[in-house]
């Protein structure tokens, strides 16, 4: 999953795809790097970042998502955003898949998610991360397990069916440095919950600090590190910035679990035999 941050303050690139036209060429680079889908957002969730109203986020996605439909008309789009007004514009403009990074909580009440009941309207797939506004677990790992299986239960009260779910762990978002490695770590756990699984760690503080190291842009190594032992332990998609410099990674260690398994034929397959493409 190869990032599109149309914002003008997002913590890396802020600023890069600030025009539709803009954002259509990026879209083409990463596509030709080797993204599989392309994620889309109008709103930074860098920590500090201002709120976006529905009508500035989709007047920034809206002319974005027709300028690359024009240029690419068959790469699967996923929207990044937690409103489901937003979601269902962009849906019925031409993207597919939302990420949620609210896990389908923004609005939420006791008859359910607004998020998980469009979704399962527009027959769309929907990612739900993890994520709290504070790192304060008695029981780190339980209890993530348990608050996304709510989230998970909640979007399928909605309608959603359960091959339209992902599930993302939420690396940086409500989770000390060293609770976000235990995350990559052991991954599997997650993964055990039954659903394919989103890992985002491209360029994130915790590697910063991990290296001593300031400048978002130059994590890349330490985003492939991450990605290359999530894979290993369950993750089913990475989402990251610097798609042609990761790409190689993830096609080694797709062909290393793989094992007896690959040849040239099988390259550009997952390791159940499915096809890569979203």
């Known amino acids: 999953m190869g990032i599109l941050n149309i914002t003008p303050d997002s913590f890396s690139d802020g600023g890069l795809a600030a025009s539709p036209e803009a954002a259509a060429e990026r879209a083409e680079q990463l596509v030709a790097e ?9 709103e930074s969730t860098r920590p500090g970042a201002a709120p ?7 007047a920034r996605l809206l002319p974005a998502i027709a300028a690359i439909r024009r240029r690419l008309p068959a790469i699967p789009l996923s929207i990044d955003t937690y409103k489901a007004s ?16 609210e896990g389908g909580s923004h609005e939420a009440d006791p008859t359910g998610s607004p998020m998980a009941r469009t979704c399962a309207r527009l ?9 709290r506004k504070e790192a304060d677990y008695k029981e780190f790992w ?7 299986s709510h989230l998970i239960q909640r ?26 490695l235990q995350l990559v770590r052991n ?3 997650f993964a055990s919950l039954g659903y394919p699984v989103l890992l985002g760690t491209s360029r994130k503080s915790t590697l910063g600090l991990v290296l001593n190291e300031a400048d978002a842009l130059a994590r890349h190594d330490a985003t492939a590190t991450t990605c290359v032992w999530g894979l290993a332990r369950g993750a089913a998609m990475v989402r990251v910035h610097d798609v042609a410099r990761i790409k190689p990674f ?23 035999g499915a096809s890569s493409r979203t």
């Open 34 to 42: 080797g993204a599989d889908i392309l994620d889309l957002g109008a």
């Open 52 to 58: 976006v109203d529905a009508a500035t986020e989709l």
């Open 86 to 101: 937003v979601a269902a514009a962009c849906i019925e403009a031409g993207a597919d898949v939302i990420n949620d990074v």
């Open 123 to 131: 027959r769309c797939p929907l990612i739900l991360m993890h994520r």
């Open 142 to 148: 339980p209890e993530i397990l348990a608050e996304t």
């Open 155 to 180: 979007a399928r009260s909605a309608g959603l069916p359960p091959e339209q779910l992902w599930v993302d762990p939420g690396f940086g978002f409500g989770k000390t440095p060293a609770q976000n």
């Open 187 to 189: 991954l599997e756990k």
């Open 250 to 272: 993830l096609t080694v260690a797709k062909a290393l679990r793989q094992g007896a398994r690959w040849s040239p034929r099988t390259a550009g397959e997952t390791p159940d």
